[in-house]
């Protein structure tokens, strides 16, 4: 688990200040025949440059969970299946601009095949 706390200031221009904020949680669990990953993050950030409809940063939140959550479970010695959940969550302060969410569900089978020759 992380977690980091950036703060901004601007002599020039207080609207451009921020103090942003970065959580993260990783685990990982592996025995004989599965291994599952986790993480889980959220993130505050602002654009980089200012909106024109507005004198300050774009701000936006972005949540994170179950990215890279992907379970491996052997079927037999030469097949494994890997599947999992991605969900990002964005969600912006200004009105002008539009919220998002992104889910994935990955599937993947692999098959070891036999060497030809």
Do not use: W
């Not at 688990?1 to 959580?23: I, K």
């Not at 993130?43 to 491996?72: C, I, K, M, W």
């Not at 890997?82 to 990955?106: A, E, M, W």
């Amino acid at each position: 688990m992380a977690y980091v706390e950036t703060t901004t200031r601007h002599s020039d221009n207080g609207d451009l200040d921020s103090e942003l904020s970065n959580l993260s949680f990783n685990a990982t669990h592996k025995d004989a025949s599965s291994k599952t990953t986790l993480k889980v993050s959220y993130v505050q950030l602002n654009s980089n440059t200012v909106d024109a409809r507005s004198p300050a940063l774009s701000h936006r939140n972005v949540f994170t969970a179950g990215a890279e959550h992907e379970h491996e479970m052997e079927l037999s010695a030469k097949a494994f299946i890997q599947f999992g959940l991605d969900r990002v969550d964005t969600d912006y302060d200004l009105p002008s601009c539009t919220d998002r969410i992104n889910t994935k569900i990955p599937l993947r089978l692999y098959y070891e095949m036999p060497p030809q020759g």
